[in-house]
């Protein structure tokens, strides 16, 4: 069986047509929305982290309340950008989520993306060590921070603390096991992927990705999975890794569904330019009537090769509508091809 969550970038706008008007609207339908696909028999529940924008920013808050929420239902980010972040801090909170959620913690991390701001990673208190690009630091905070989820102790504790210590080094608290394992790199390269691979990552490889053969995007992800693969193989990690793609699907089962993404039918891959340097392809969005859309996702090798799926979803269409989008994939679409 394949795992199917959803992808929530978190928009919100004070604009016609938007069920998202405001940050707290975007905060607590999501909350919503991940007690609804859980209830619909969705696996997981995935949230975008974009910063100095209107979009979800900031993920444990958000991650702790559904998890106190929910009961079955992987909680997830897609992705976390390590150049701005503090891997203690992060170990910490991630931490607490974990254990709040009872173990259902999937985060995705990686470099990041394109920026709202110029270098907004300054902002926060970061800078690349001399000769390193702010990519290079990215990958620094990442090693540091499975170092530090390993949980062994490390820092030297003081002889007259306040509250009694446990003997030998300490380490950083909550500690929640097995996150370590339950940390996926958001790769948009086939080197990165055999990176996060060595590191014993997960993978999750989005419907954006370096253009660095040509072909549609599917068929290079496929190579990607199947290079990140290879390389955990060699590396002689004991367990099973998991890979994650992410697709834009809308079932057309309704005049509104047809309204909305009706247009999309006839969609491909796009192909541009990140940060003026980086040739990049943009994957296809999918909108069909069930059957052809069965027929379509079949030939997705990507898709295929994955253990799980990250269904995007329109969250500014509201919490009823996008619960409406996952029924009707795990209801019309999945079973057909032997995801459930």
């Known amino acids: 069986m394949k795992k199917i969550g959803f992808l929530s970038f978190g928009h919100w706008s004070d604009s016609a047509g938007s069920r998202t008007r405001s940050a707290a609207d ?5 909350v919503d929305l991940a007690v609804a696909a859980e209830e619909l028999g969705a696996d ?14 900031s993920p444990f808050p958000l991650l702790s309340a559904i998890g106190a929420k929910t009961s079955r239902i992987e909680i997830g980010t897609g992705v976390i950008d390590m150049r701005y972040e503090n891997p203690m801090y992060f170990a ?18 990686s470099r990041g993306s394109p920026e709202q701001v110029i270098d907004g990673w300054r902002y926060f208190g ?3 060590s001399e ?4 990519a290079d630091m990215a990958r620094k905070h990442t090693e540091v921070l499975l170092t530090v ?20 080094l300490l380490r950083v608290e909550p500690h929640s096991e097995g996150l370590r394992d339950r940390i996926w790199w958001g790769s948009g390269s086939n080197a990165t992927s055999v990176w ?4 014993g990552m997960n993978l999750q490889s989005s419907t954006l990705k370096d253009d660095e053969t040509g072909e549609p995007l599917h068929v290079q992800q496929r190579k990607q999975i199947e290079a990140y693969r290879q390389a955990w193989k060699d590396a002689g990690h004991r367990r099973r890794p998991r890979v994650s793609v992410s697709r834009s699907i809308f079932a057309l089962t309704s005049d509104l569904d047809r309204a909305y993404f009706g247009r999309n039918a006839d969609s491909g891959d796009h192909i541009g330019m990140i940060d003026e340097k980086t040739r990049a392809i943009f994957g296809r969005s999918y909108a069909a009537e069930p059957d052809v859309l ?4 079949a030939n997705d090798e990507a898709i295929q090769a994955a253990d799980t799926l990250l269904l995007t979803v329109p969250n500014q269409l509201g919490v009823d509508y996008n619960a409406h989008v996952l029924e009707n994939i795990l209801t019309h679409v999945a079973p057909e091809l032997g995801w459930r």
């Open 131 to 134: 000769g390193d690009s702010d």
């Open 92 to 109: 910490e909170d991630a931490g607490a989520a974990d254990l709040i959620s009872g173990g259902r913690l999937q985060l995705g991390i």
């Open 149 to 168: 989820l390993q949980g062994r102790g490390f820092a030297e504790p003081n002889p007259r603390p306040m509250f009694p210590n446990p003997p030998g």
């Open 26 to 30: 975007a905060l607590l339908q999501s």
């Open 44 to 57: 997981g529940a995935y949230f975008r982290v974009h910063h100095f924008a209107r979009q979800l920013a």
């Open 294 to 297: 069965v027929k379509q996702l």
């Open 126 to 128: 970061y800078e690349p």
């Open 196 to 199: 996060a691979a060595k590191l």
